[in-house]
């Protein structure tokens, strides 16, 4: 019979770890695994939908509930999600995220059910996952550096790496969506992308003061920020005043989108990290690795290890992300402009070959395979 897996994290907000859940539950639904996601309703919802990826509401997450569950949230979210594993013969649960994860393992365990779940992001408070990791049958990393953090806690994770779908994210000639942006043609764009929230935020401004440092010297430069969180009007704000100087528009805060591949082939090149940095050098991008933990620089063949082994500065990095040392890397790839598709063409010739979506698939079905019993797939 087939396996029947139920996705679970807090909500369908536009981020690396929603659209991570999306992915595997499209690939899986497609080798033939019967995926239910449970999650609140969100902006990534609509392609959820469109997927046709059975959804089920769970109640939104209060900011309180995401350190200590609030008694109400964590009781209507067991109460669905018993019905749901009920209904749906849930064999393995796996959950992504807190709250929502704690409630989903505490129904696992009433049901007798076996549940996985993935570490994300370094942000993790131990004390926090310490009832999640001790109650899984099998524990997921994203990265090198969350596979070490996790052995020096005590536990055995497996490394499965985000995976990206190469039928979305790819190469394609994206010139005339330029003027739908108000980009000119002959334009260099520089896009940064991810949540506008906590320490995103600040890279974002980053990511602004660095491209004023690059325009500078290269006049035909904009610069392109995609994403949105609790501090996106603080940013529009910050953008607006380096655009009042100039007297036109080249600095362009687009909030939340939904069609990133678009995005990323409209630009020239692109500072992301983690899932972002992927897709874009899926999409054939030249890639600068800025995250979380600091920042690594351009991701070419000789710092691909490196690049990976530091989750593209999200997990660890070289340095520090400052203004300094994005700038210095900006202006170094814009005068390069002419050899950038090469740069481009050996980052997807690189995901391809090691995060391919339907390669990363394989060691987690084998996961759920192994703790689920005798759910296999037909």
């Known amino acids: 019979m087939r396996m029947r897996v139920l996705m679970v994290l807090d909500e369908w907000n536009l981020g690396g770890t929603e659209t991570h859940v999306l992915s595997i539950a499209k690939m899986l639904l497609r080798l033939h695994v019967n995926v239910v996601v449970a999650a609140s309703d969100g902006p990534l919802l609509a392609r959820v939908r469109d997927l046709h990826i059975p959804n089920v509401r769970l109640p939104k997450p209060a900011w309180s509930t995401l350190t200590v569950p609030a008694d109400s949230y964590r009781q209507e979210t067991m109460s669905i999600l018993r019905g749901v594993m009920t209904q749906e013969h849930v064999d393995l649960v796996h959950a992504h995220q807190l709250p929502s994860g704690l409630a989903a393992l505490a129904v696992a365990q009433e049901r007798g059910i076996p549940f996985v779940y993935t570490v994300h992001g370094t942000y993790e408070d131990p004390e926090q996952l310490a009832p999640i990791l001790s109650g899984a049958a099998g524990i997921v990393v994203v990265s090198p550096p969350l596979e070490a953090l996790l052995r020096s806690w005590g536990y055995e994770p497996i490394i499965i790496p985000n995976g990206v ?43 602004l003061l660095a491209a004023v440092g690059v325009r500078k010297i290269f006049r035909n430069v904009h610069a392109l920020v995609v994403g949105s969180g609790a501090r996106q009007v603080e940013l529009e704000r910050f953008a607006a005043k380096f655009n009042a100087r100039k007297h036109q528009p080249w600095i362009h805060v687009l909030g939340g989108y939904d069609e990133m591949n678009k995005l990323y082939c409209l630009a020239d090149a692109v500072v992301g990290t983690g899932r972002v940095a992927l897709e874009a050098m899926a999409a054939g991008k030249p890639v600068i690795a800025a995250g979380s933990h600091g920042f690594v620089g351009l991701i070419e063949p000789a710092r691909f290890e490196l690049a990976w082994n530091m989750y593209f500065g999200d997990h660890e990095a070289v340095e520090p992300a400052t203004r300094s040392a994005l700038t210095r890397a900006m202006k170094q790839v814009t005068a390069m402009r002419g050899a950038l598709p090469v740069v481009g063409n050996s980052g997807r010739e690189w995901v391809a070959e090691r995060f391919a979506l339907e390669k990363t698939c394989e060691p987690l079905i084998a996961l759920y395979e192994r703790v689920g019993g005798n759910a296999t797939r037909s």
Do not use: C, M, N, V
């Not at 039928?167 to 260099?188: I, K, N, Q, V, Y």
């Open 165 to 207: 779908d190469l039928d979305e994210f790819h190469p394609l000639d994206a010139s005339g969506l330029r003027s739908t942006f108000g980009l000119p043609d002959d334009a260099f764009i520089w896009l940064y992308t991810g949540r506008i929230a906590w320490e995103k935020a600040q890279i974002a401004k980053t990511f």
